[in-house]
């Protein structure tokens, strides 16, 4: 049985975590970690990870990116693994991970769907054909209007995919607003779309002379991130510090 801590236990990822682990024989809900305590739970939620002296194997974090740095500290502290599902980290806090992660199990994941990251795969052997062939690069992502980031993590985490295979030679693009010119070849635009309740739409544009291509993702529940959370901390626990990702539970890698 793998003991699971949720920070960020009273969201909406947190509890459709709790939900799915209820559900999963491998693995218990030991505790929860989250600021607002106005909620039942069946297991002990302290309001601040340094409080809580539950005995977990594995955090699964769908918290905000305020409350990461705390996040990894404990971790360290503690040397338990981490599955980092938080999104719109700084820079820094990308260098806190990397850190973090020579001294402890740290899986970090834009998005927690196998289908986003099959798309991830996907999408390297397109751009290494399509943009040596002349196809424009775009990205429209879709979220509801209570997200805070954008573009979104899984956003980025598709333009970097496609970066990799053509040797970072590419920028990214947010606006257009301000300048009046052709489009620059070696550029990847990013749209954003906040509206609704939209889980999370993805669509990759390859659009060349007289044909267009279009990968699409379209997420109807947020089950499906929750499900590939509880399925990575299967994975994470007991595996020795590193950096690791979503490919690696996917691929069943071995440390």
Do not use: W
Not at 45 to 57: L, M, P, S, Y
Not at 184 to 211: C, M
């Amino acid at each position: 049985m793998i003991r699971i801590m949720i920070h960020g236990c009273n969201g909406r990822m947190g509890q459709m975590v709790s939900k799915m682990a209820a559900d999963d024989a491998d693995v218990e809900v030991v505790a929860g970690v989250d600021i607002s305590g106005q909620m039942e739970n069946p297991y002990p939620v302290f309001a601040e990870i340094g409080k809580c002296d539950a005995a977990a194997d594995v955090v699964i974090d769908f918290a905000s990116v305020a409350a990461a740095d705390g996040l990894l500290a404990y971790c360290v502290q503690k040397k338990i693994p981490c599955v980092l599902c938080t999104t719109g980290l700084s820079e820094e806090q990308i260098r806190r991970v990397e850190e973090a992660s020579k001294q402890v199990a740290v899986l970090k994941s834009a998005n927690m769907s196998l289908g986003i990251n099959l798309l991830l795969k996907l999408l390297k052997e397109a751009a290494g054909v399509l943009a040596d062939a002349g196809f424009d690069m775009e990205i429209v992502e879709k979220h509801h209007n209570r997200k805070l980031d954008a573009p979104s993590g899984t956003a980025l985490a598709l333009a970097d995919s496609m970066n990799d295979a053509l040797d970072h030679a590419y920028t990214y693009v947010y606006d257009r607003s301000g300048r009046r010119e052709s489009r620059p070849a070696k550029e990847i635009g990013i749209s954003a779309v906040r509206g609704g309740t939209i889980v999370g739409d993805h669509d990759v544009i390859f659009a060349g002379t007289d044909e267009v291509i279009t990968f699409s993702h379209r997420a109807y529940s947020r089950e499906v991130f929750a499900k590939g959370a509880v399925q990575a901390a299967k994975y994470l626990a007991g595996k020795p510090a590193g950096l690791y990702t979503m490919h690696d539970v996917i691929e069943g890698r071995q440390a």
